[in-house]
Every structure is written in structure tokens, then in C-alpha cells.
């Protein structure tokens, strides 16, 4: 039994051993709520100790605050109205395995992203409670693990968000996915969610939130780390000397959950029914559409309204097929601001972050 084996894991495929990255087939992303044992991981170090009592983890909050806390899980989930939400976490990275030529980074196809029901409070309950002081403007964050050398001294990565993201009601500290107390690889006993941003904010084995009054410069802030050009540069270029935003929301992006990719059926099927998901950072999902000719021709997909906001939409569609042969089928997802998902790979960055390049599903229909 491989490490994946270890933590639960159903068939992941696996990107990295040492830190431990593995992907979820986007075939195995067919369930409306992601399971535990189909959900990515994502390391950037190595694991920190396990600890006997969860409700005894303590994490604190200080910096630019008017009173510093230093709170147990205990103490949350006693002090603290609890909500929970199904909302996606999706790596920075998701997709890039598309982008041409490649970019640095773990290669993931649209896998780096899952569903779960996310329970624990508000983080903007306990920052007011901290009181914010008029020079808060950014956090920082950090958490129990190692660096990749396994060095204490480093963060394996600290990433913030601005004050407003952070005081979002939907920005929760968490203790639990699905309803079973937050495994241990998924940051547990505490993490965070920081829904519709890059993942790498939602800091798992959550020790400490450091209130800035400027942008955190923690691991993962600086040089080019989930920086993208504010206008499109050549792909393959270094990426120096151009100007840079930081990647906040991530884009629109549907995947086809059902079929599976390389699927046969049998000769004389004439209709085909797919399923899938879709989602949008920040933004809603306004239609999905699937395409078994290129995109010459669409069908518009029914939607499954999202429970919440950063909810995904589950969508399926019925697809009619003029005779056997091999299909591509294509999905494509539009946000309330009008932009669609591109057909090859647009926006390259050096990194590879926010490659939402349609999803495209090989079907056979007969020999
Ligand atoms: N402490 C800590 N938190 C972390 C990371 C990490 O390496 N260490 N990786 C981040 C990244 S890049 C992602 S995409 C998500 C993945 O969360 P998951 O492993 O629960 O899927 O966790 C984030 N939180
Ligand atoms: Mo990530």
C-alpha cells in the first residue's frame, strides 16, 4: 500500500510522494459532495506531528488587533456560532498540466479540485471579536508543518488575503469535511477555507493568524507565487519585467464527470447522457454547455441550483448522437460576468496558475 493507501485514499493518482500531491480523476468527481477518500491533496512540505486530543490544538491571532487571542478548538466551537457550507477548494495550479509549453509546477489536469461540506465558524466572528484595528489590512498565515527539508524555521508556505476577503462570512476556521472531524491530511485538527481563492490561502494544521497592516510576504507571496501578467504575456517567456496581479478569484471552469474518458458503448447508441460540475471563484455559474462536434453545435445542460454561495452547480445534459463512431465531448461553463471557458489554453503565466481550458471526454460508439 502506497502513502495515498495510508490516508484512505480511492485510487488517486498521485503527483508527488515527498511533499504528497495527488489528483482526483475527474471521473471520480461524479458524486455531488466530493467523499473524503476522493479528495485531492495538496503538500507543500512534509506532515507535522499527529497530536492525541484535537479539542486541545490551540491556534492564535495577533498582530494589528486590540486583543490578541489564544483559543483551543474547545474554545471555538464553544464561543462561536457554528455554520456549515459545501464550498470547492481548488488548487492555484488546477489545470496546468493544459498549458503549452509547460509551466513549473505539479502537473494537475482538472483534478486539483473537490466539493466538501465544510464545518467550523466564521473567521470574521473571531477577528471581531479580536477587534481589528483601523491599520488592518492583510493576514498571514501559518500552520504546524515543516518545510520541504523538514525545517521548523520556514513556513512550507504562508499565504493572506486582504482584510475584506478575510472578514467574508463564507471564510471559515474548520473542523470538520462531510460531517466527520477534519482528517488529519486535510489539515486537522484546524484549517482554514478561503472559498473561490487559491487553495494555498486555505491553510491546513492552522497554528497562528497574523494580522498585517501591509501584504503578507510569508512563502508563497513573493516573487512570481500565485502572481499572474495583468496582460497576456508570450507563452514560454520568463516572466520577468512584466506587471503582475495576485491570482485572488480563480475562473470559470465545468468538467465532465460522466462519462469517463475513453468510455466505449455499445454500437447503435444514439443518445448519451453527461454529467458533470462547474464553478467560478467568486463568481456563479450562469449556463453550461456541451459540445460532442468541436464546439460547432451546443446543448445547454440543466443545472442543479448551488446549496450555497461557492457552492459548485452539478449539471447534466442529454446528447444526441447521429451514429456510432468517436465522440469528443466538450463542456464549457459561463459566470455571471459573461466569460466562458476558452478552448485551448489561453492566459500562460510562468507558473501555471488558472489554466481553465475546456474539459474534453473521449467516447467510443461501437467497435
Ligand atoms: N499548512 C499547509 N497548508 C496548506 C498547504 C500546505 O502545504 N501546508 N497547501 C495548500 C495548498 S497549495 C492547497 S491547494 C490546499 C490543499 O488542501 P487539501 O490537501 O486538503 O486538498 O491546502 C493548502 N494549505
Ligand atoms: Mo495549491
Redesign the pocket.
Known amino acids: 500500500m502506497n502513502e495515498l493507501g495510508l490516508f484512505g485514499k480511492d485510487r488517486l493518482t498521485m503527483l508527488g510522494e515527498t511533499?504528497l500531491v495527488a489528483e482526483t480523476p475527474e471521473a471520480m468527481l461524479d458524486d455531488e459532495t466530493t467523499p473524503i477518500a476522493r479528495?485531492?491533496?495538496?503538500?507543500?512540505?512534509l506532515l507535522?506531528e499527529r497530536i492525541d486530543d484535537p479539542e486541545a490544538w490551540r491556534f492564535i491571532i495577533d498582530g494589528e488587533v486590540d486583543r490578541p487571542l489564544d483559543l483551543s478548538l474547545a474554545d471555538l466551537k464553544s464561543r462561536f456560532s457554528a455554520k456549515t457550507y459545501r464550498m470547492v477548494?481548488?488548487?492555484?495550479?488546477n489545470g496546468r498540466a493544459f498549458f503549452e509549453p509547460k509551466a513549473e509546477g505539479n502537473p494537475w489536469t482538472h483534478g486539483?479540485a473537490?466539493c466538501a461540506e465544510w464545518t467550523g465558524v466564521s473567521l470574521g466572528d473571531v477577528l471581531r471579536e479580536a477587534g481589528l484595528k483601523p491599520t488592518a489590512r492583510f493576514t498571514g498565515?501559518f500552520?504546524?508543518?515543516p518545510d520541504k527539508t523538514g525545517s521548523f524555521e520556514k513556513?512550507?508556505?504562508s499565504r493572506g488575503v486582504p482584510i475584506a476577503k478575510a472578514l467574508e462570512e463564507h471564510t471559515l476556521l474548520v473542523w470538520a469535511m462531510n460531517g466527520e472531524p477534519l482528517p488529519f491530511?486535510?489539515?486537522g485538527p484546524l484549517?482554514?477555507i478561503v472559498p473561490g481563492w487559491?487553495?494555498?490561502?486555505?491553510?491546513?494544521?492552522?497554528k497562528r493568524i497574523w494580522i498585517r497592516d501591509r501584504e503578507h510576504d510569508g512563502p508563497?507571496m513573493t516573487d512570481l507565487s500565485y502572481r499572474v501578467p495583468i496582460y497576456p504575456i508570450r507563452p514560454g517567456s520568463d516572466g520577468r519585467n512584466v506587471e503582475t496581479r495576485i491570482l485572488e478569484s480563480m475562473p470559470v471552469r465545468s468538467i465532465v464527470t460522466a462519462p469517463a474518458d475513453g468510455s466505449r458503448c455499445p454500437a447503435g447508441t444514439r443518445t448519451i447522457t453527461v454529467r458533470g460540475a462547474a464553478w467560478a471563484g467568486d463568481d456563479v455559474i450562469t449556463k453550461v454547455d456541451c459540445s460532442i462536434d468541436g464546439g460547432s453545435t451546443w446543448v445547454s445542460a440543466q443545472m442543479t441550483p448551488p446549496r450555497n454561495r461557492y457552492d459548485w452547480v452539478r449539471w447534466s445534459a442529454t446528447l444526441t448522437l447521429p451514429g456510432d463512431g468517436y465522440y469528443e465531448i466538450i463542456s464549457r461553463a459561463t459566470d455571471s460576468q459573461g466569460r466562458a471557458q476558452p478552448f485551448h489554453a489561453a492566459n500562460w503565466n510562468p507558473n501555471g496558475y488558472g489554466c481553465n481550458v475546456m474539459h474534453r471526454v473521449a467516447v467510443t460508439v461501437g467497435d
Open positions: 511533499p479528495f485531492f491533496i495538496r503538500n507543500n512540505g507535522p477548494l481548488e488548487c492555484g495550479g486539483g473537490g498565515h500552520g504546524a508543518d513556513q512550507a508556505m491530511i486535510h489539515g484549517r482554514l487559491p487553495g494555498s490561502l486555505s491553510q491546513k494544521w492552522l508563497g
